[in-house]
């Protein structure tokens, strides 16, 4: 059976799984992050391969970017871990596979993976059909956003514990929301004990981009636009800082694009670098 890639619950969260298994099929191995399960979530084959948002050449810097950031949350949620840390948060989760890709991780750590409803059920249902386990270690947390649940109350219904630190991921969202409803979550992430790390990643104003990242932006606008969540939300590094310090974050380190080149891309012989439209924030309690 061919599932057809539009057919799945957020077409953002489709291209950026597409874009991770991406990395492992066209460019150059060392590979920053080895990602094909999310590909496999969201189509049967290989057809995506000939999507023209997939043509390697124009997605390069997109892709090594999501590649990028995911590793660097990856990294954290590990450092964390080492230290005792055992709850790891993903605030729209879409396809993420952590989970999958870390199968002995449920010996040290509970994963509370945050998204709608519809998309929570396709993925659970999808997982299944694959094969996948979802251990009592992984929860699908559903938060019906349109209908304005407390997705807090949901977190800690799905058995999650405040009075202790986490690692919270917030990967691709903060472009879609107010500025209101950005730093509301900051609060709330910022309420946890000491310990606790927030990554978090944000677009640049157009003006701020390399010139070769300027077209990508733009057809990502239009498409956002078309499918009813426009980009509203953007930000310069000191900005989204001082709010992250505003809401009460004991420290905040900005990791450019040129910061994540020099941790995950530096020795590399094919040129991959992340674009400079979306840098991270790392915020610690």
Same mark, same amino acid.
């Given at each position: ?141 559903? #938060? &019906?956003?349109?209908?304005?649940? +407390?997705?807090?109350? /949901?977190?800690? *219904?799905?058995?999650? $514990?405040?009075? !202790? =630190? ?85 420290? #905040? &380190?900005?990791?450019?694009?040129? +910061?994540?080149?020099? /941790?995950?891309? *530096?020795?590399?012989? $094919?040129?991959? !670098? =992340? ?11």
């Amino acid at each position: 059976m061919t599932r057809n890639v539009a057919s799945t619950p957020d077409n953002t969260a489709v291209r950026t799984a597409l874009w991770r298994a991406l990395h492992t099929h066209v460019d150059e191995p060392p590979h920053v992050l080895d990602d094909v399960v999310g590909a496999r979530l969201a189509q049967d084959d290989d057809e995506w391969l000939e999507r023209g948002d997939m043509a390697p050449a124009y997605s390069r810097g997109k892709r090594a970017t999501i590649v990028g950031r995911a590793r660097l949350t990856e990294d954290l949620v590990a450092e964390a871990a080492s230290r005792g840390v055992d709850q790891y948060v993903i605030l729209g989760a879409g396809l993420d596979t952590y989970a999958q890709r870390h199968p002995d991780a449920g010996s040290s750590i509970t994963v509370f993976e945050i998204d709608q409803p519809e998309t929570q059920a396709w993925k659970r249902n999808r997982l299944i059909e694959l094969g996948y386990d979802v251990p009592e270690w992984l929860r699908l947390v559903p #938060v &019906d956003f349109e209908a304005h649940d +407390d997705w807090w109350d /949901r977190l800690q *219904a799905a058995g999650f $514990d405040t009075s !202790r =630190p986490a690692v919270v991921s917030w990967l691709g969202v903060t472009m879609y929301l107010t500025e209101q409803a950005t730093t509301a979550t900051l609060e709330r992430v910022a309420s946890l004990p000491p310990g606790s790390t927030l990554i978090l990643t944000f677009f640049r104003p157009i003006e701020d981009l390399d010139p070769e990242d300027v077209p990508i932006r733009k057809a990502s606008r239009e498409g956002s636009r078309r499918a009813g969540t426009p980009f509203i939300g953007f930000y310069t590094p000191d900005q989204i800082s001082a709010l992250a310090r505003q809401a009460g974050f004991a420290a #905040v &380190d900005h990791v450019s694009a040129t +910061d994540l080149t020099r /941790r995950y891309f *530096a020795d590399r012989t $094919d040129g991959l !670098r =992340p674009g400079s439209g979306e840098e991270a924030l790392i915020a610690t309690v």
